[in-house]
């Protein structure tokens, strides 16, 4: 039985969201306060999501799969916080609200923890946040970020921790991240217990390097096969045709498809089809959202289609697998 923890105080949280966040990042970072509390049988967290559109009046902020998400008020009514988790991917690296770059100084300067997830590193160091620091973010996003702060040393590792900063490069490193913090705040034998919810058999830590490894080992098989497999796994949300994505690694289509053939023994098609959905297979094994969401966080346009396809490659349908917590 987990015995339940008596914390001194909450732990007060803001979740700010910029329009064009990634939904993955945003819902494994909320779930695991969420797991935390749901453990403790008390509000070991309490947490509130803020708009950080420039629309002051905005009552939703959609993520970058066009996902609505509700928020309670935009960040300019937020006072003072314990813990700010900045969601922002599209648009993050361009960027150019100077009130919220003043209120994340102001968050810092009062002695509040900024997380920063995905491609929201953008946003700290616009607001001068990383100077004199190391960060992570989104690999995809690395060549712009050495562009625009070649000051900044970025570190590839799956996060980041800094003096009351600290960045992840999004998807399950979210998890990892919030994961560290609850066992900053509560205990690492309690965030174990957190991870056990989401069969995250093991918190890692922050000097695990992000997969660029394994992409190298790709790209030494098939210099166009590790390229495109590294696009596809980055573009799970927003899936592009694969003409685009052959283009995108200055390849042919068929002779793509010929890598694929070669390696994979199947077609970059189905390839790309079956990454985005054993990405949603781990959502479902790992989280509690609704299998709308789950669809649209893997680039179904429907979940009746999801369902379809998700049960054609695993033989049975996603509520079965969530009811029978398999494997």
Known sequence: MLQTIKASNTHHVSFLLLPGFALTSFS???EALGVANRLNGSSLYDFHLYSAANELAATTVRS??????QV?????QLDSTDLVVLCAYEGASVCSNKALFAALRKFKRAGSQIAALTSASFLLARAGLLDGQRCTLFTEDIPVFRELYPQ????????????NIFTCAGGMTSLDMMLYIVGKDLGTEFAGKVAYQFYHNKIRSADEMQSSQRYLELRMQSPCLGAAIEFM???????????????????????LEQAFKTHTHTTPVQYYLQLRLAQAKTMIEETQLPFSTIAQATGFSS???FTKRFRALYAFS?????N????
């Open 152 to 163: 900044i040393a970025i570190q590839e590792n799956i996060y980041t921790i800094g003096q």
């Open 324 to 327: 029978a917590k398999l494997l």
């Open 28 to 30: 494994l970072a909320i």
């Open 233 to 255: 796994e980055k573009h799970i949300e927003q899936p592009y045709p694969i003409q685009t994505v052959a283009e995108k690694v200055g390849a042919s289509v068929r002779s």
């Open 64 to 69: 970058s799969n066009g996902v609505p998400i």
């Open 318 to 322: 996603p509520s079965e697998l969530r």
């Open 303 to 305: 979940q009746s289609y």
């Open 72 to 76: 309670e008020a935009h960040f300019s």
